[in-house]
């Protein structure tokens, strides 16, 4: 679908706040700010549900930054649920849902160094709800998808935006083989708040990757308890870390 040119002053406004500086004055990452763009873009009907995105290199001359940091924005937004990647087919806005508009908890207010703990908890009994849920549904649907993100995870480069990123989309296609509406809005709710916690608290060693590719194994084999503990386990690490940095 074609759309008419973007309005003069929006191009202006979206050069203003996205140029050079990967950060914003109040700290916000560059991607988070293109994340918001777009949304707005959807809410006041520049992109309807259904439409097709531009191609990453469009969209990033188009807010005037790298292609890294659009596909970071618009992982972001899959996470919120609001577009949605079709293999071989490009990016298209979703179907409008209550869900979709459910904004990301505020990763900044939550990670005050007295509600990291907190929040490791609450995140740890989510995707261990969510392992259990994908294992127990192994034989009734295709995890094609979680193998292809596990393959993401692990060419990723190690301590790097990419490998958290690439950790959280395997989480979230977790989140979708579990098949449960509302564990799969509350990982999205909490995806951000994620982000900003693994890299806090990113530990030396990849127990990260280590950690989806036992939770991958042990969804493969329909072992759902095995599956929800490895995800404690990582939890408990992830504690630790929280208290070295009190």
């Not at 202006?12 to 700010?33: C, D, H, W």
């Not at 959807?42 to 309807?48: T, V």
């Not at 990670?111 to 995140?123: I, R, W």
């Not at 990419?162 to 979230?172: D, H, K, N, V, W």
Request: glycine share 4%; hydrophobic share 40%.
């Amino acid at each position: 679908m074609s759309h008419r040119p973007l309005k003069h002053l929006f191009q202006a406004r979206v050069k203003r706040e996205t140029a050079v500086n990967e950060f914003s004055p109040i700290g916000q990452k560059l991607y988070m700010r293109i994340a918001q763009q777009i949304r707005t873009m959807i809410e006041d009907g520049y992109w309807s549900p259904g439409d097709r995105l531009p191609p990453l290199k469009r969209l990033a001359e188009q807010f005037n930054c790298s292609r890294a940091t659009v596909r970071e924005a618009l992982g972001a937004l899959r996470g919120q649920g609001l577009i949605e990647f079709r293999h071989g087919d490009g990016t298209y806005v979703r179907t409008a849902s209550v869900e979709m508009w459910m904004q990301p908890l505020d990763a900044a207010v939550l990670l005050g160094l007295d509600h990291v703990s907190d929040l490791v908890e609450l995140q740890t009994a989510i995707l261990a709800a969510i392992a259990s849920s994908a294992a127990k549904r192994r034989a009734t649907r295709d995890y094609s998808e979680l193998s292809r993100a596990l393959f993401d995870l692990e060419s990723s480069s190690r301590h790097s935006e990419q490998r958290i990123a690439s950790e959280l989309r395997f989480y979230a296609v977790l989140a979708a083989c579990a098949d449960n509406p509302v564990l799969e809005n509350t990982f999205r709710v909490l995806q951000e708040a994620l982000r900003s916690s693994l890299r806090l608290l990113s530990p030396k060693r990849d127990v990260g990757l280590h950690t989806c590719r036992a939770v991958y194994d042990a969804v493969q084999m329909e072992q759902a308890d095995v599956a929800r503990e490895i995800i404690y386990a990582y939890g408990d690490h992830l504690l630790e870390q929280a208290e070295k940095i009190k």
